[in-house]
């Protein structure tokens, strides 16, 4: 913006023998005059593909740090006046410029979203058969020798505490936590069947109203709870058989061998430890279980355990301050959840659930495993140690920034000092506030806004639109951009990045995957593998622009 720019290919050209690593040398094939001192000039040069790591050295190098990426050169960088980084997932150049024909663009009378504005297509990190979300790998960056031991500092003067283990709004949601919204599409009379706890105060006044003993002593606000379950095999799935919760001293508070609503069709002994003979006399319910649960558990407790999602779903209780051990403790960048065992047996030297799985040891596991990350941080243990968020990289280097986006999503800069985050509950609400950033005299040289109505549209919660419906949004999104851009500063780097293509059928396909290994694993074929692979390739293509 403000500046010149080319697109410039690159050449292979053979250097006589070949030294390890790529022979890929890049040439300027352009007859432009070089940069006057005063003239900011970007030549970006042909390449298949743009990675997050690319992309993420891109910007620390703008910033004056790294080596500069091979696949755009930018003179007179000292120019350079603001970055502006936008998000807009799920938008593709198939859906931009179906067979690359610029026709769509055109009719649509698409300014922003056009052939002719210098774009390339990106990928999303991840695997064959996992995805891993483009944004958190690119603001994670590694830290130098230098940084980290001044982050472990830094650590010792601010202890980790239960709340810094949360999981935030975007995790619960993005790993399937029971909440009224999530529920929404099962209906009313689903949503009926899920408990919720009442606040401290209540549950106080309510004690003080009777004349009987409690039976169980009131849990603190903000006090830790581990929660695990036993699940049996029924008509409807996985049904609860016992629910077992310990509190921060290892003391069990409730355990409970629990019958199901439906008939036992397998014990899922070698998992769940549960016999015919377990549940002999049980008479206690489910609903039993979360009226008990109701009467000394207040809404203010943290909850905590491994996958907890499935023990909440299997218990039928909403609750949303939670600590997911299989969250905290993350196996690579895009990689699987780490199992309870595994985790247990790498980090606390002991072997659990070799025979059969016991709810109050694998709830005694969780917490050894939480106490961990409250003496040693909590990124211990994980790749994200020796990690920091790219702003914070920004801040340190005197590059002040602005963050606007939903509120699930800012917890992700949560952490970063000086950072502006502002929260918008829509795409008209962050448009707004960013050409107001744009507009507005201020400090903040890094913009960074999240577009979300592509990806919402796609999403596996809400009734499949239609194609005009989808283009009617991207008419939007592209008189947003084409604003924000012509509102920039003069040399201004102006950056929109789809991240990813719609991940609507990877979910789909997930789903399918985990519901058939669960109930009947060997219809889960190769062919069915196959299938999902290139589900998630095409998910992982993204477009920047």
């Not at 040693?376 to 920091?388: L, T």
Request: net charge negative; glycine share 4%.
């Amino acid at each position: 913006l403000g500046m010149d720019w080319e697109s410039v290919t690159s050449k292979k050209r053979r250097r006589g023998k070949k030294k390890k690593g790529s022979d890929l040398s890049l040439e300027v094939q352009s007859d432009a005059p070089r940069a006057a001192d005063d003239q900011l000039i970007v030549r970006v040069l042909e390449k298949d593909i743009i990675k997050v790591k690319e992309m993420q050295d891109f910007l620390v190098w703008i910033y004056g740090q790294g080596v500069n990426p091979m696949w755009f050169i930018i003179e007179n960088k000292r120019m350079i006046k603001k970055v502006v980084f936008i998000a807009a997932n799920s938008l593709t150049r198939s859906l931009l410029f179906p067979n690359d024909s610029d026709e769509l663009a055109i009719k649509r009378g698409w300014k922003f979203f056009n052939p002719k504005v210098l774009n390339r297509p990106t990928q999303a990190p991840g695997a064959k058969n996992r995805f891993f979300p483009p944004l958190s790998a690119i603001f994670s960056i590694a830290m130098s020798h230098r940084e980290k031991k001044a982050h472990k500092h830094a650590k010792l003067q601010h202890p980790t505490t239960l709340e810094d283990l949360l999981a935030s709004a975007e995790e619960l949601e993005e790993n399937g936590y029971p909440s009224a919204g999530a529920l929404a599409p099962y209906g009313e009379e689903e949503l009926a069947t899920y408990a919720t706890f009442r606040s401290y105060e209540e549950l106080v006044e309510e004690r003080k109203s009777k004349e009987e003993e409690p039976k169980r002593k009131l849990i603190e606000p903000n006090a830790l709870l581990v929660i695990d379950c036993e699940m049996c095999r029924t008509k409807l799935g996985l049904e609860l058989t016992r629910v077992s919760v310990i509190d921060q001293a290892s003391n069990i508070l409730y355990d409970s061998f629990v019958l199901p609503d439906n008939q036992i069709f397998d014990y899922n002994t070698r998992y769940s430890g549960i016999t015919a003979e377990t549940l002999k006399d049980v008479v206690t319910k489910l609903k039993d279980v979360q009226t008990d649960l109701q009467q000394f558990i207040p809404k203010e407790a943290i909850l905590a355990g491994h996958s907890l999602e499935n023990d909440l779903h299997a218990l039928k209780i909403i609750h949303d301050r939670v600590i997911d051990t299989s969250l905290l403790y993350i196996r690579s960048r895009g990689g699987p959840k780490n199992a309870l065992r595994f985790l247990a047996n790498k980090f606390l030297s002991r072997s659990i659930q070799e025979k059969t799985h016991d709810s109050v040891i694998d709830c005694q596991a969780c917490l050894e495993l939480i106490d961990l990350k409250l003496k040693n941080g909590k990124d211990w243990g994980n790749y994200e140690e020796g990690y920091e968020n790219l702003l914070v990289k920004f801040e340190n280097a005197g590059h002040m920034s602005s963050v606007i986006d939903r509120p699930a999503q800012l917890s992700m800069f949560g952490n970063v000092g000086k950072v502006d985050c502002l929260a918008c509950q829509t795409d008209e609400e962050v448009f707004e506030k960013a050409l107001q950033n744009l507009k507005s005299e201020n400090n903040k040289e890094f913009l960074f806004a999240q577009f979300h109505s592509i990806s919402d549209f796609y999403s596996i919660r809400q009734e499949p639109g239609t194609e005009e419906q989808l283009l009617t949004l991207v008419d939007t999104l592209d008189t947003y951009m084409s604003q924000l851009l012509e509102n920039s500063p003069k040399d201004t780097i102006f950056v929109v990045y789809s991240g990813h293509g719609s991940l609507l059928e990877m979910k789909k396909m997930n789903e399918l995957k985990a519901k058939t290994e669960n109930d009947h694993p060997q219809e889960w074929t190769e062919e069915k593998e196959r299938s999902l692979e290139e589900t998630i390739a095409l998910a992982r293509t993204g477009i920047v622009f």
